[in-house]
């Protein structure tokens, strides 16, 4: 638009210009044309009236003087005649302008005096008179007296104002004339071909179209699109060679890693076309308090020490809610940057959320609603309408701004979690080619605690709108199928593990999530060990068993239980007093809910209370660190751990277990871990514990510390095993798999 303003301005100054001009000078000319005609017509009647006069004025015959006068009144525009003796006395006068008489006029005198005609424009009330004064002269050529004749004038200003208002018009009409022609001409020649060969270029170097490049052009256009042509050329073979060569590759049965996910990803869907949704974004810009500077941030969450991994190997496009409050100073014109920001490996999407709208969707209804109807942990979800309307437009949101990026044909659509139960049925609606997977990270309950919530069916046909839902276990798989078979009209297929509704077939199944067993090894064991033995001298650690928690401050964490465990465990076993030492990593989460709010309290409270109770002048039993540490600041935490405590009421996976085993390479320390995470599924050489009985908790830290080297190196070899052949590299390609598997089977 600035284009065509800085081409279009100059011409239309000109015209207005040329136009105001001309203007001008026709104005000029009609009005001395005007002015033309009416001095001739005032002579005319001058003249005629005069040798009437000059015998009236000789005869001294009023009567005469009185009709004459008169015969002026009803004329239009010349509004009357006034009769003067030679002194300039007023014999008779129209009685319209009867006013008249009182006027000063010089101009009488000189009339009589040079004997000549005397006419002008004068302002009489407020009217513009033109007078026209000529002597009246007896048969000696001696001066007798005067004849005036007055004219209203303002017809003449009327035509001018007439031909100024059609100018203008005119001008106005040339000029919409010229912006239409413009614009209409600007398009044919250069937005029509340019948006041509944007779609051809976006379609042919997919392989989705195998035509020429459709600009007929020769001039610059036609070579530009030939460079085009050859770019798009070059990048279909690429993608193609790529995609074979990665499919030579795959071989079934290697341990995955990242490269065997970037190939299965190449060979079975193509470059960059994966395509993940999360509320939560993978990297945040936000302000720094102290330097004012922004700076970029992980957030602490699963869903992204998961999915970034899978990301940064197959390359893709991930949507998120752009919640960092710097995040809008580092994004292109639509809203996308390369992340990580220092080695872009894959795009992110941010989404911009209203107050109200983050308020109602994530706080509302995803976090006070879902969130605890899915975890039991009996904390009573809340449902309100107004979440669950801002909810159904958050989904409508992030479907617009997902449909906006897919590919022509076929794309892969990954959506994650609970904020977005809509979002599967709104993208199938309008592109019904698509392949749709949503990830469950939380736990699924049984359909009697999941039918209280009042849009449970809306919640069911959304996610419905699947080609597959994974969990992470197989009871929250038959939670989820027993759910739909109990709540909506649908078939349920035990066989498949499906479930059809409308015709639709969604397959449900298992997919335990993992850690990046490949890439958390990166950082070097010296400078990790050193990282390691700095906090231990900080903190005082010398010498101490160290007890180690990482988590987000959560209801369903069971961090309450966990103080209370660790409260006990000294009461119980007092000869552990100075000795051990629990280090707890605490990122405060989502405190604008009253009830994380309080739950931070009662955590400061209850830490402050056993501290109290327990430590002495050299020694305290817990060190709380109550702030967001990255994923690169709790490596050495979890190196110098001698246990890690795992006590979730409730968890879908829970990844901080798997995160201990795998950074534990030295086989030294023991995991506790709470048998309501679906990681005790898979960890079973944990020490599993119901954190709910404080005996048994505080009975197991005994247990960690106590546990001879061997054995300790014994579960954790066993535990690394099962961590690292089933990492996020699996979890991904298993769902790639799969989510292909269905694909041709559709076709
Ligand atoms: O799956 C649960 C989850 O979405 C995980 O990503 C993470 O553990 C947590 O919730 C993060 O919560 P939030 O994104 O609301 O901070």
Redesign the pocket.
């Given at each position: 638009m600035k284009r065509i303003l800085i081409f279009l301005l100059p011409i239309l100054i000109i015209v207005a210009v040329v136009f105001t001009v001309f203007g001008i000078i026709q104005v000029k000319i009609e009005q001395e044309k005007l002015m033309d005609e009416l001095y001739r017509k005032a002579k005319s009647v001058a003249e005629t009236t005069e040798v009437s006069v000059q015998h009236i004025i000789k005869d001294n015959d009023k009567k005469a003087a009185r009709r004459l006068v008169d015969s002026f009144q009803k004329r239009e525009r010349l509004q009357g005649c006034v009769l003067y003796d030679q002194h300039g006395k007023v014999l008779a006068i129209t009685e319209r302008i009867a006013e008249w008489q009182a006027k000063d006029k010089a101009y009488l005198q000189q009339v009589v005096e040079n004997r000549q005609v005397e006419a002008g424009m004068q302002k009489f009330k407020d009217l513009s008179i033109y007078s026209y004064a000529i002597p009246v002269m007896d048969d000696s050529e001696k001066v007798i007296g005067v004849v005036e004749l007055i004219y209203d004038t303002s017809y003449v200003y009327t035509r001018l104002a007439e031909l100024w208002r059609n100018i203008s018009v005119t001008l106005s009409i040339i000029v919409l004339l010229i912006i239409i022609i413009v614009l209409l001409i600007q398009r044919q020649i250069f937005v029509v071909p340019v948006k041509k060969l944007t779609e051809w270029f976006h379609l042919y170097q997919k392989g989705e179209i195998d035509d020429k490049h459709p600009i007929k052009d020769s001039g610059e256009l036609g070579k530009l699109a030939s460079e085009v042509e050859q770019v798009a050329l070059s990048l279909r073979v690429a993608r193609k060679t790529i995609a074979g060569e990665a499919q030579a590759r795959l071989k079934v049965d290697e341990q995955w890693t990242e490269t065997k996910l970037r190939d299965l990803v190449l060979a079975k869907l193509g470059e960059n076309a994966l395509f993940v949704v999360?509320?939560?974004e993978p990297y945040m810009h936000v302000l720094d308090e102290i330097t004012g500077q922004a700076k970029w941030t992980r957030?602490?969450?699963?869903?992204?020490?998961a999915l970034d991994p899978v990301l940064r190997a197959c390359g893709g496009t991930w949507v998120a809610h752009g919640s960092g409050n710097a995040d809008k100073k580092f994004v292109n014109s639509k809203n996308k940057l390369g992340v990580p920001p220092d080695d872009n490996r894959y795009i992110l999407k941010r989404v911009w959320l209203t107050k109200l709208e983050e308020e109602g969707y994530?706080y509302g209804f995803?976090?006070e609603g879902l969130w605890p109807l899915c975890h039991v942990t009996h904390t009573r979800p809340v449902f309100r309408e107004e979440d669950w309307e801002m909810y159904q437009k958050v989904n409508q949101k992030f479907a617009d701004s997902i449909l906006e990026e897919l590919p022509a044909k076929n794309p892969f659509v990954f959506i994650?979690?609970?904020?977005f139960t809509l979002l599967p049925r709104m993208i199938k609606e309008s592109r019904p080619d698509a392949t749709i997977a949503l990830f469950w990270?939380?736990p699924w309950p049984n359909p009697e605690v999941f039918s209280i919530c009042p849009y449970y069916q809306e919640i069911l046909d959304g996610m419905l709108g699947c080609d597959l839902i994974g969990f992470h276990v197989q009871f929250h798989c038959n939670n989820f199928l027993e759910t739909a078979n109990r709540l909506i009209e649908s078939r349920v297929d035990t066989e498949k593990f499906s479930i059809v509704r409308a015709g639709r077939e969604t397959v449900i199944k298992p997919f335990p999530i993992s850690v990046d067993t490949v890439n958390s090894k990166k950082e070097g064991q010296e400078s990790l060990n050193q990282k390691a033995e700095k906090i231990r001298i900080e903190l005082e650690l010398t010498d101490k068993i160290i007890g180690l928690g990482v988590e987000?401050i959560?209801y369903t964490k069971g961090l309450i239980e966990r103080v209370q465990a660790i409260d006990r465990f000294f009461e119980k076993y007092p000869q552990y007093k100075g000795k051990v030492v629990f280090v707890q990593l605490a990122a405060p989460?989502?405190t604008h809910i009253k009830r994380y709010h309080d739950l931070m309290g009662e955590i400061d409270e209850l830490i402050e209370k056993t501290n109290w109770k327990y430590s002495d002048t050299n020694w305290q039993p817990i060190i709380y660190l109550k702030r967001h540490f990255s994923p690169e600041e709790i490596l050495p935490y979890y190196k110098l751990a001698d246990f890690c405590v795992v006590s979730s009421l409730h968890d879908?996976m829970n990844?901080v277990a798997k995160e201990f085993v795998s950074a534990k390479d030295d086989l030294r320390g023991s995991l506790i871990l709470s048998r309501f995470t679906g990681a005790a599924k898979e960890l079973e050489q944990a020490i599993q514990i119901n954190p709910y009985s404080i005996e048994e908790f505080a009975a197991a830290i005994k247990q960690a510390i106590e546990m001879p080297r061997e054995e300790q190196a014994r579960r954790m070899a066993i535990m690394r095993k099962i961590v690292q052949e089933n990492n996020v590299y699996k979890w991904a390609g298993s769902i790639i798999t799969e989510l292909t598997a269905l694909k041709k089977e559709k076709a």
């Open positions: 999360s509320n939560r957030p602490a969450s699963g869903v992204v020490t994530y995803a976090n994650q979690d609970y904020h990270h939380i987000r959560d989460s989502r879908g990844l």
